[in-house]
């Protein structure tokens, strides 16, 4: 391994932040999966680029990062304004406030298990209150 995971994977959350799509693949595995689907590369890539165009002003901020040899887990804090829908909610270019919890499994430096659980509660709570 050339570097701790902890390093990989904040140079991979700024990869994501700075939209470099094109050096993506330097931290995630051709055969990628993603919640326990192997969704490969391509698919992993164009799910982030379609978030980011849906989302203007999505920015990936580690609240939490604990790591080992294999596995990074991370807590994500998110303050978003979504176009349309999102995760089938009506948010419409609100502001929205909410954490995910992300499990990423390393092969071979790059990601190759992504887990991921959103706080949806938090955002129906932000959006039927107010």
Known sequence: MTAPLSELYQEY???LNTRDWDNLANYVDTDVAYNGKIVGF???RQA???EAHEIPDLY?????LVSDDNTVASRL???ISPTGEF???PVNG?????????????????????????????????????
């Open 94 to 130: 609100q502001l929205v406030s909410f954490c995910e919890n992300v499990f990423y499994e390393y092969n071979r430096d790059k990601i190759g298990q992504v887990w991921s659980v959103l706080d949806k509660a938090a955002i129906e709570a932000q959006l039927f209150l107010s």
């Open 60 to 64: 990936y901020k580690i609240h939490i």
């Open 48 to 50: 982030r680029e379609k």
């Open 42 to 44: 391509d698919a992993y």
């Open 87 to 89: 995760l089938g909610l």
């Open 13 to 15: 959350i700024d990869c």
């Open 77 to 79: 804090e998110f303050d």
